[in-house]
């Protein structure tokens, strides 16, 4: 567990529960580690936001020099009020209207296009300028089928065999492409879908194709373990070949380029934890359910790709095994943590811990059933902060009645 038993159980009878708790220490050193495994000396880290916008541990990435992968406008706003600056933002949304285009290329972010109409759009409106392209990689490979996105069967990228209508779109518009980017999904499986997405867009960036390039992008994907049995990856060795590949590409296209990677999960999946309250036991017929004062709004991983996060019983770690149903307080059947999971006997008022909740858990989160998001409480050197306090149930109220003509 990232965080110790005794801290989550502090924080919890500080702030309460539900609670969202972040170790920004570690969040630190998985930045850190990928330039470590990663040996290019213009190496640079766009840190997927979309996957915690926490304002507390973005302000600490930036201090550390991190960049950022932006995927809407609003993204790109709070990313500008929290002081990054432009030039290490890059824009990659996918459905892009022209007003969300010209919105971001008035603030000087690059932007990142992977559609040939978008591309023949931009073009039009802003000859001459700066841009960076999307390919599809054609590697199909993630964690679910909702998290690939490589190969024709997803919306994202222009395809490898368009490279040379990019081109000639281009020239045409007098842009400069300075950038090439792919990401082939989230949570990838095999290391060799890194090295093929690599290769397979470095065929495409030949310096009579695109002589302007300062960098490629290779996106984020890096898998982390969910499971208590599952390994690590070896990161050390991949970044090796990842450096020793990109050497290569560099030699042949005549410079050294920068390498981007964009990773969201790999930096801030492990740091948190949901901790939430047992408040409801039923033993329906010999089905153990546990019910907790959060829902699937709030964690919606395990509903939406049947996504395994470990749960912990921070209250009664040694008490006798049994199976649970880990369920939630929305009104829907299917509102579960976990199904038939083996855990620490569960009493009513037992504190779970939800782990690897970093990284698309507040994020994805929502209100339904008129439920307010949890607090998320930050730990820096030992020190807990509240980083953004939950709204109570009136000021949830009353903004609904304020957005309401
Ligand atoms: N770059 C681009 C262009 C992306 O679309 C994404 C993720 C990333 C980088 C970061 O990927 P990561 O390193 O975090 O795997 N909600 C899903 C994950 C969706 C990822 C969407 N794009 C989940 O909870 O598993």
């Known amino acids: 567990m990232a965080v110790?038993?005794?801290?989550?159980l502090q924080a919890a009878r500080e702030f309460g529960t539900p609670l969202f708790v972040y170790d920004a220490d570690l969040m630190l050193r998985r930045y850190q580690e990928l330039h470590d495994v990663i040996a290019w000396p213009r190496l640079t880290i766009h840190y997927a936001m979309k996957a915690n916008y926490n304002v507390a541990l973005l302000g600490?990435?930036?201090?550390?020099?991190?960049?950022l992968d932006t995927v809407s406008p609003g993204e790109v706003i709070l990313a500008r009020r929290i002081g990054f600056p432009v030039e290490r933002i890059l824009y990659t949304a996918n459905s892009m209207t022209d007003a969300e285009v010209r919105e971001v290329q008035r603030t000087g972010v690059l932007m990142n296009i992977g559609s040939l109409s978008r591309l023949e759009k931009f073009g039009r409106e802003f000859p001459g300028t700066d841009v960076c392209i999307r390919f599809n990689p054609d590697v199909v490979d993630g964690e679910t089928a909702k998290t690939t996105t490589g190969g024709p069967a997803t919306k994202f990228g222009?395809?490898?065999?368009?490279?040379?209508?990019?081109a000639d779109l281009v020239s045409r518009h007098g842009l400069r492409v300075v950038g090439l980017h792919e990401h082939t999904g989230s949570g990838l499986t095999r290391e060799s879908s890194v090295y093929r997405s690599m290769q397979n867009l470095m065929s495409l960036a030949t310096p009579?194709?695109?002589?302007d390039l300062r960098f490629l992008d290779f996106g984020g994907g890096f898998k982390v373990p969910y499971r208590p049995e599952e390994t690590r990856v070896d990161y050390a060795a991949m970044g090796a070949e990842i450096a020793r590949l990109f050497r290569e590409f560099c030699g042949a296209y005549g410079r050294e380029l920068e390498m981007r990677f964009e990773p969201g999960r790999y930096i801030v999946a492990e740091c948190?934890?949901?901790?939430?309250?047992?408040?409801?036991?039923?033993?329906?017929?010999?089905?153990?359910?546990?019910?907790?004062?959060?829902?699937f709004p709030q964690l919606i991983r395990p509903v939406m790709y049947g996504a395994y996060h470990h749960i912990v019983n921070l209250t009664n770690p040694d008490g006798p095994e049994a199976v649970y149903d880990v369920c939630g307080?929305?009104?829907?059947?299917?509102d579960r943590f976990a199904e038939l999971r083996p855990l620490?006997?569960?009493?009513?008022?037992?504190?779970?811990?939800?782990?690897?909740?970093?990284?698309?858990?507040?994020?994805?989160?929502?209100?339904y059933n008129l439920r307010p998001m949890p607090a998320e409480v930050v730990i820096r050197a030992g020190e807990l902060h509240l980083a953004r306090r939950g709204l109570s149930n009136h000021e949830l109220v009353e903004q609904i009645l304020a957005e309401s003509v």
């Open 208 to 211: 009579a194709r695109f002589p």
């Open 329 to 334: 307080n929305i009104c829907e059947t299917g």
């Open 158 to 166: 222009i395809l490898m065999q368009d490279a040379d209508r990019v």
């Open 60 to 67: 600490i990435l930036n201090a550390a020099g991190a960049a």
């Open 272 to 295: 948190g934890c949901l901790v939430i309250e047992v408040n409801t036991l039923k033993d329906n017929q010999g089905r153990l359910m546990a019910g907790c004062n959060s829902g």
């Open 344 to 367: 620490p006997e569960i009493r009513e008022g037992d504190l779970l811990a939800i782990e690897n909740a970093g990284a698309y858990c507040y994020s994805m989160g929502g209100v």
């Open 4 to 8: 110790s038993r005794d801290t989550l």
